[in-house]
């Protein structure tokens, strides 16, 4: 029997999401996280495969808004759960959704598809690219100390309960994002995600702890940190581990404030965070670098579903008049050549039939959009073609390029 692609219905959602755990191992999820990815997931947004009666494959697209470099919100479909049977695996189910899902979102107006990847070997070849990176670190808290910048002792910190404190919270949140590529704009009822506590994300710790920042003079609060601590012992005595969910600051003494508060929590000896910005400052601050056990990862994949859209969204550091020769076969309408004009008050980017002075796969393209990776280094990898001398490295400085580590705050 053929596999038939159609929109999902809201009676089939509980036998769609039962294929999607399936497909990532079969547990089941609390009845808390299962209602809120119903409430935040609309169902005109998700594609079941259907084998007969049968769901054989799921993919959705939240409505995001994801800020680009010079601090626009630009609209982005975040692409989630997916997953295709394992009985069903290399039938072409999974390239059929991909290919669907970004027709839809090139209907629905939206020049961005954006997602974490769990396997990120899947999505290159849809034309994905690997545009954000996370930090993770292990943090000997006992052997590791912090030389704080002025300013930080005025910082006054307090417990407050998460759930009371999450308005201000936010609030905090929506003042950073527009500051860093990468970082979505909450919609309503995303806020709710922040505050998640069943025993998975406990994972042996305490439930959900939250600290804020303020500072006389400042109207609301200047920072806040979520987090965990998993008590426990050694032959040494106490080595209970401080496990960070979320930490936003809107200055350097609110963050260094936060950060030593979570250096000092008492019968502590390490400090875990699986998802911080690559160029996190308290990395500047530490006594020993060594001993913070970093590793880095890939995080958040781009696509460029309208390449002219995509590219007039957002600025650029230097004046800038390149065209682009763009492969993607998956999305043809992207395909052929691009002239970028713009500098940092705005730019356009419109068809052209001018030499041009890069060629490279859209795949390159979303990798290098919200100024993480850089186009020459891709150079170097064979993956952009110079077609005019000098023009990689004008791209590469000047025009594909942030002064703050793009970042994807959480995952979805």
């Known amino acids: 029997m053929s596999t038939e692609l159609r929109v999902l219905a809201k009676d089939d959602w509980n036998v769609w999401y039962a294929n999607l755990l399936r497909a990532f191992g079969g547990m089941g999820a609390p009845a808390e996280e299962r209602d809120l990815d119903e409430s935040l997931l609309d169902h ?131 003042r950073r994002a527009p500051e860093r590529p990468g970082m979505l704009v909450r919609r309503p009822g995303w806020e ?61 003494a609110a963050h260094a404030a936060l950060w030593r508060f979570l250096f000092d929590i008492d019968l502590t000896s390490s400090l875990v965070a699986y998802r911080r910005p690559v160029d996190e400052p308290w990395l500047h601050m530490v006594s020993d670098v060594r001993r913070c056990g970093l590793r880095v990862q890939d995080d958040l994949h781009v696509r460029l579903v309208d390449v002219g859209a995509a590219l007039g969204a957002r600025t650029y550091q230097a004046p800038v008049d390149l065209v682009l020769e763009v492969e993607n076969a998956f999305c043809p309408w992207n395909e052929g050549r691009w002239r970028l004009v713009g500098d940092a008050r705005g730019a356009s980017c419109e068809r052209t039939e001018r030499a041009a002075d890069l060629a490279l796969s859209v795949r390159e393209l979303a990798s290098a959009y919200l100024g993480g990776v850089s186009l020459a280094s891709l150079g170097a990898a064979g993956r952009v073609r110079e077609l005019r001398p000098g023009a990689l490295t004008e791209a590469s400085v000047g025009f594909f390029s942030s002064t703050e580590a793009p970042w994807v705050p959480h995952s979805f």
């Open 44 to 174: 005109g947004r998700a594609l079941g495969a259907w084998d007969g009666g049968q769901c054989v494959g799921t993919a959705g697209a939240f409505d995001f808004r994801i800020t680009v470099p010079g601090g626009a919100a630009v609209p982005a479909a975040g692409v989630t759960m997916v997953g295709v049977a394992a009985t069903h695996r290399r039938r072409g189910v999974l390239t059929s959704m991909m290919r669907r899902q970004l027709a839809d979102i090139r209907s629905w107006g939206e020049p961005l598809a954006v997602l974490v990847a769990s396997e990120p070997a899947i999505y290159g070849r849809f034309g994905y690219g690997v545009a954000t990176h996370r930090l993770g670190v292990e943090v000997d808290t006992t052997r590791v100390g912090l030389s704080v910048p002025p300013g930080t002792d005025d910082v006054r910190l307090r417990y407050a309960d998460p759930a009371e404190a999450l308005d201000a919270c936010e609030a905090v949140y929506a």
């Open 192 to 252: 709710r995600a922040e505050l998640l506590d069943t025993d998975r994300h406990r994972a042996g710790g305490s439930p959900l702890q939250c600290v804020v920042a303020e500072r006389d003079g400042d109207e609301g609060l200047v920072g806040y940190a979520r987090f965990r601590v998993k008590p426990d012992w050694g032959p040494g005595g106490a080595a209970g581990v401080v496990r960070l969910s979320a930490l936003e600051a809107v200055d350097p």
